[in-house]
């Protein structure tokens, strides 16, 4: 490290520079300096060499030893601190705007009211960042910056970390603002019994759900998708509390229950994480096992399976006797190979879900 630094066209010295003036007109050695000081010679060559910051103590000794004031060998060390930090800030912004370049701006500006700043890259960087309460965009960089990735972690690109530890975060930040009591497991199996009972009630679901679970200790969010973040859902511990958060990626009725109930599995076997599109492993197994099974129940679907009658009537019949949305029963199908996903005729079973956010 240098003694002084340029930034900006000014320019501030460290006390090590003015300190080895000092020396260097005593005639003295460094050594016998050092020794006249009441410090090592390490510590004063690493002093004049900017290596080491000025302490009160040495700012004490030196107004003792030359006559000056410790405010002035304070004050020049706060100056060179302020001028190093406004460089390393800058480079800090270099950095963000390159984390920045994978976004789209709208997202935050149309889902949760950040102003519009067209073309003012750099203020937009900076509204992100508070909105999201960081220090730096490229904290998102980093992998399980917040919860574990599972199975898919090196699969994914550097831009989808970043958007999916964001939207964890934006998860985390509205979570970390609503009061719950403790998390419990038996209350939370009675309110996913409760929740099962919802998928039908396409208008009303979600506040009912959240209420339901927020009774138990586990705070449920939902957030619009932010594009290329290649993420399903997430859970994640906050304290007593649990967070689970899907996003409306998977707008369809049938992948967003699957989805809901898949993060559920996971917060029900303890294991908490970012789930991606794709994963596989034993886990991530455990977890579609329990969402298959929770929304369809498996003797009921084998039994419907044996008939091998897949109409519009049908599977709304067997929707009905199971008291479930038919679009789940069709999920199933579809996924499972029994019905074509190009079946036109039966697209009138899907119901599309639209999130609205607010911060």
Sequence with gaps: ???????????????????????????????????????????????IR???????????????????????????QNRYDTLVAEFKSEEELAEEREVFAYLDYKYFRDNFGLPDLPRKIDEQIKHVREFLNVATLSVFKNRDMAVSFKSASDKIK?????????MVQIAIN???????????????EKAII???????NHKDFYPLIRKAFLDAGVIFVILPNLSGSKINGATKKLGDNVMLMVNDRRLYSDTFWFTLFHEIGHIINGDYGI???KETGEREDAADKYAEDALIAPDKYEEFIRRNEFSIVSIKRFAESINRDPGIV???LQNDGLVDYNDWRLQALKHQYKVIATS
């Design 1 to 47: 490290m240098s003694n002084y630094i340029e930034y900006n066209d000014s320019i501030a010295f460290h006390p090590g520079y003015y300190i080895k003036e000092i020396v260097d007109e005593s005639g003295l050695t460094q050594a016998d300096f050092a020794k006249r000081l009441g410090t090592t010679p390490k510590n004063l060559s690493l002093l």
């Design 50 to 76: 900017g290596e080491q910051s000025l302490s009160i103590d040495i700012a004490m000794k030196l107004s003792r030893m030359i006559g000056t004031s410790v405010s002035y060998w304070l004050n020049l």
């Design 158 to 166: 550097e831009s989808n970390t970043i958007k999916a530890n964001m």
């Design 174 to 188: 509205k979570a970390l603002t609503i009061d719950a009591p403790k998390y419990n497991k038996s209350k939370f």
């Design 194 to 200: 409760y929740a099962l009972s919802l998928t039908k």
């Design 275 to 277: 789930s991606f599109e």
């Design 330 to 332: 069709l999920g199933r």
